[in-house]
């Protein structure tokens, strides 16, 4: 008797041009066991931006009483706005079965993993730097300087690479989302994630042999 | 630029006639990563027996000189008999890039994972408890006594399931050799695994930015 398993919390950073975003909506695309998690943030939503599906947009107040409750899997402030993980919604997402994935960087995946021990953090790797320098300047919208600002942030972030528990590496899309979806499969078969599972299996075992003494 | 991996070692344990035996011989059949361990032992060889291919049979002097130099990854002793793993056999195989596979118990299981704590431990189950006793009558091999002391075993077993990495049920043998080979693969993306690929890329990265500085 296979049980149903909770949902697990995916953690995926990579640097800047590497492509996480596009490997990010693949998965959730051509499985339906992704949910994509919605940042909550107090900056003002854009024309195209709708509520509760781009982020969930709130006041000051608003997020900061949601700090106070903690009710955020983890949140930074950038130009003077906030961003953050709803707990609430991850947690019901998983509750629900969901392999719930956060997009987010090195320092919140840090804190989202002292929350969640049981968190699985990915890093997209690019196949060489060549490659990374390559994919930022054919996206043709940075200047240069911003692309080696990037490009040094790169450097950086590279030294927090150990603290994740898989990498992976963007070489060719579709493989590189088919391998992440393997390393999610192969997390659901930790005896810790089926303990209703094993013990059932216990369970059973025992009856079996009692009922043969 | 992708660097070589060095192998896994992957111990392989489950109940008696959970199928373990065929499903580990699927995976070396159709992927020429896995090498399937060879024991060493101090029993004779029987008539259609290789010495090399089926076991390493040697003399009980020589065996416990391989004990004495820690030679051995794990053994036992079984029936006047010692059987165990050649450490040197094992590790230059996983230099070569071979995944090593042993097909063992939960007690050598445990010792190979103190000395080589990068080992994964995979735990085969059926899917249920009356399946597990189904095959063991459909060998028709062995008497009612034989089976109920191998289904008393499986409860003692069971209870050291949480000791392994990972958990995988076999109920179709071709999916459970898959989801093993998932499993491998997943691990062969560890951080700590992929060193000289992380630290190669470092190098890359800060040339690059130092280049354009």
């Keep these: 008797m296979m049980m149903e398993n909770k949902g697990i919390l995916i953690v995926v950073s ?21 949910a994509l998690s919605v940042s909550m943030t107090t900056r003002a939503p854009r024309p195209d931006e709708v509520d509760g599906v781009s982020y969930f947009f709130v006041d000051k107040d608003t997020f900061e009483e949601t700090i106070a409750q903690d009710g955020l899997v983890e949140y930074a402030r950038y130009l003077d706005n906030y961003y953050g993980t709803p707990r609430k919604w991850v947690e019901e997402r998983m509750s629900e079965g969901k392999d719930v994935i956060l997009e987010i960087e090195i320092q919140g995946a840090l804190k989202v993993k002292e929350k969640f021990p049981e968190a699985v953090l990915l890093f997209v790797m690019p196949p060489s730097a060549q490659e990374l320098e390559c994919r930022l300047r054919g996206r043709n919208t940075e200047s240069d300087e911003v692309i080696a600002g990037r490009m040094k942030r790169a450097v950086e972030e590279s030294e927090g690479i150990e603290n994740y528990d898989y990498i992976v590496i963007n070489d060719q899309l579709d493989e590189c989302a088919a391998q992440m979806h393997e390393i999610i499969r192969a997390e659901h078969m930790r005896p810790y994630r089926r303990i209703d599972y094993i013990d059932h299996l216990r369970k059973e075992l025992k009856a079996l042999v009692k009922g043969e003494e």
């Design 14 to 34: 990579g640097f800047s041009g590497v492509g996480k975003g596009t490997l990010v909506k693949k998965l959730v695309a051509c499985h339906d066991n992704y």
